[in-house]
Nanobody, 126 residues
Framework: QVQLVESGGGPVQAGGSLRLSCAASGRTSGIDPMGWFRQAPGKEREFVAAISWSGGSTSYADSVKGRFTISRGSAKTTVYLQMYSLKPEDTAVYYC???????????????????WGQGTQVTVSS
């Protein structure tokens, strides 16, 4: 069993920034890709970003490319999402995800992840 806990969400004005964190615990050995998804009210959950174990491979949704950056901590059991130039349309619950299968083809779909956190709310006002 792997537990994921997100933190760092909150209210922010348009154009501002936030840094989300996700801490993994439990049976974390073998965890390779970790990623972020988000879900806005009335919308389906969508891919945001993903990163391989080494941090050498990353992928981003077109909607956040150039504004968001995903990274891993030195212990490899923490993943971050640095968000800049936030827009009202970025408002959503952000979820951390992890998988034991090797990173591949961007790891950009929900079905490619086995473990999920409870989410952290990000609200961007205009």
């Amino acid at each position: 069993q792997v537990q994921l806990v997100e933190s760092g969400g909150g209210p922010v004005q348009a154009g501002g920034s936030l840094r989300l964190s996700c801490a993994a615990s439990g049976r974390t050995s073998g965890i390779d890709p970790m990623g972020w998804f988000r879900q806005a009210p009335g919308k389906e959950r969508e891919f945001v970003a993903a990163i391989s174990w080494s941090g050498g491979s990353t992928s981003y949704a077109d909607s956040v490319k150039g504004r968001f950056t995903i990274s891993r901590g030195s212990a490899k059991t923490t993943v971050y999402l640095q968000m800049y130039s936030l827009k009202p349309e970025d408002t959503a619950v952000y979820y951390c995800a992890a998988d034991r299968r090797p990173y591949g083809l961007g790891h950009s779909t929900e079905s490619e992840y086995d473990y999920w956190g409870q989410g952290t709310q990000v609200t961007v006002s205009s």
